[in-house]
């Protein structure tokens, strides 16, 4: 069989090597086997000779010993033709393992001819019987190795070593269970199965025929019928593989944008998105848009936050547990966060949620006040605060000192955070009711400043789905447009010379960068601001360089987070900190608005200047209409009437002389020019 393969395919140098070894084993196995048929005819020369002896003292039992002779010999016989039987086979299979071999048949010639022990030790020289088990048991491990070994030829030498490690393994673990080493041997062959299935799919992988995008029949036949999702998913997979190495696998006649194209509207299909939102989501995450999305189709987790006003998070964990619910901490990242799993009681009608010491809060709302890092005795705004869970962390950190002011600009939105702050103790906070983007005219001068922004919520789409149908590019501009606004009005709140803050945090729910990197850009651009590190151990920097777009170098101090790696909702969260009150440009503005303003008067004055030298030197007065008469207006013109009294008055002038104005009998009026002077 051996010999076949060998002879149809070309070897290899590592085939080679292992035919090699292989040949060399054999003959060492020869070898060791001639000496055994040495030492074995030595020792029945032995035994023949002291049979003599034996038969000369005891002639009586002459016969008795001939009988024993003769059988001693022909089991001798046997022992020989099994011998050759044994090394036939061996020479067909291919022994590998020279050393166990042998032990096995020095283990059955003991068995079968207990008189190679001559001296009184034999019995124990003769090996125990679990040790007999357990080398059987080895052997037909080992056997089966072998087989696996002439199905796949490759893998043959990792065979070997593995079993020699199985065998030091064994030595060094003599110590353990027997249920212990049965567990390390599976663990052991699952690894290795693991390893030869990754092996085949690669081969099958690689040796898979390109792959061809779907026609133009194809694509109306697939319209007229209801949608095969298990087809769509099957396709979306192929066109990742082939875009993973595009320059390989891709057909002669197709561009990428042709795969691109094919891959949004089957994710689409898939996943039910509109194709604008598709587009945004292929575009940050090219090789993990798979991963994101099935994300999105998940809850998050249900996190809690404990109020460090009025309990320890030890305490409420303890609570909760005896109350059924099943919990753990958040992360090492929080102090203050409860994972909860399940629950046999209502989260938002326990006693202790009635108490205030928890309120229902996502995991990534916590991280953008831990990025603020208020401190006791601070004057804090909370910009968009609805509904109030921010608030009340800031609270908690400043242990109800200072002032809070937690304004929103939708009304009944504030009214949760008047529930909120009452039932978790909040003693320090103002809740006022402003746009956000006049604030700065209401209030300013602010130690720290948060503004957690309204955005499209792109990276909530868990929980509100008709995200993926809704937002389009209009809703994207505008959100942009009103967080650069309220941003700007954040930085005028805050004051630069505060002595213990002067930051502002910006944060957003959504993902894409035009409301988030593109924003920050802004904001640079337009204040005495700076970027620093918000302080977070954990999330994904920032974009500097974003397709067309290339941001501040400094933007990679930002922190992104995202549902596929953090198990959170998708989060963004920059800090600024104000080095100057002054605008830039402010000073620019105003000079160039009383340049204007001072020109506009200049211009009024000289047309003033115009018309009255234009009436003197008329010398007549100008015609007057009937309503120009009236008494009233007289006084008025005497007194002084006003510039553009004056400018109408300067239209309706005219030369005397120059129209005639007179009237046939028919009544009509008519207009003749003056004939010109002959000169």
Known sequence: MLSDKTETKKLSSRQKKRLKNREEKRQKFLSMKKEKEESYQKLKAMKKSKQLEESKENKGNNNSRKRKISKQESSEEEEDEDDEELEDESEEDGINEEAESSDEEEVESSDENPQGYTDDNKLWLKPSKRKMDEDVSESEEEDENDSDDDGDDDNMDDDEFDSDED?????????????????????????????????????????????????????????????????????????????????????????????????????????????????????????????????????????????????????????????????????????????????????????????????????????????????????????????????????????????????????????????????????????????????????????????????????????????KMNKDEKDIQRCSHLQRELLLAAIDCCDAKSSTGGYIVYSTCSILVDENESVIEYALNKRNVKLVPTGLDFGKEGYVNFERHRFHPNMKLTRRFYPHTHNLDGFFVAKLKKFSNKIPGAEEKTRVATEMADSVNVAEDVKKEVAVKGENQSGEEPVKDNKDTAPGKKDNKKKGSSKWNKKDTAKKTFKPGKFKKFKNNDGKSKQKKKPKSKN
């Open 167 to 467: 065998e030091e393994d064994e030595d060094e673990n003599e110590d353990m269970l027997p249920i212990e080493k049965a567990a390390k041997k599976l663990n052991k062959k699952q690894e290795k199965d693991r390893k030869l299935a990754e092996a085949e799919l690669q081969t099958n992988i690689s040796e898979m025929e390109k792959y061809t995008l779907p026609s133009g029949q194809e694509i109306e036949k697939e319209s007229q019928q209801p949608p095969d999702l298990q087809l769509i998913l099957q396709r979306i997979k192929e066109v990742q593989h082939v875009l993973g190495d595009f320059k390989g696998r891709r057909e002669p006649d197709r561009t990428r944008q042709d795969y691109l194209d094919q891959l949004i509207k089957d994710l689409c299909a898939y996943y039910s998105y509109n194709e604008f939102l598709m587009e945004k989501l292929v575009q940050l995450f090219p090789h993990e848009i798979s991963e994101f999305l099935e994300a999105n189709e998940v809850q998050r987790p249900v996190t809690i936050r404990t109020n460090t006003l009025k309990t320890r998070r030890r305490d409420l964990a303890q609570a909760l547990i005896n109350r059924g619910v099943n919990l753990d901490p958040i992360g090492k990242w929080s102090k203050v966060g409860l994972v909860v799993y399940d629950s046999q009681v209502p989260l938002g009608a326990t006693p202790e949620y009635l108490a205030g010491h928890y309120i229902i809060q996502g995991g990534s709302s916590f991280l953008p006040v831990m990025a603020l890092a208020p401190q006791e005795n601070e004057r804090i705004l909370d910009m968009s605060s609805a509904p109030g869970g921010k608030t009340t962390h800031i609270a908690s950190l400043m242990k109800n000192t200072g002032v809070i002011f937690a304004n929103d600009a939708n009304k009944d939105r504030a009214k949760a955070i008047v529930g909120n702050v009452h039932r978790m103790g909040i003693t320090n906070t103002v809740i006022c009711n402003y746009d956000g983007r006049k604030f700065p005219s209401v209030m300013h001068g602010f130690d720290r400043v948060l503004l957690d922004a309204p955005c499209s919520g792109t990276g909530v789409i868990a929980k509100d789905t008709e995200v």
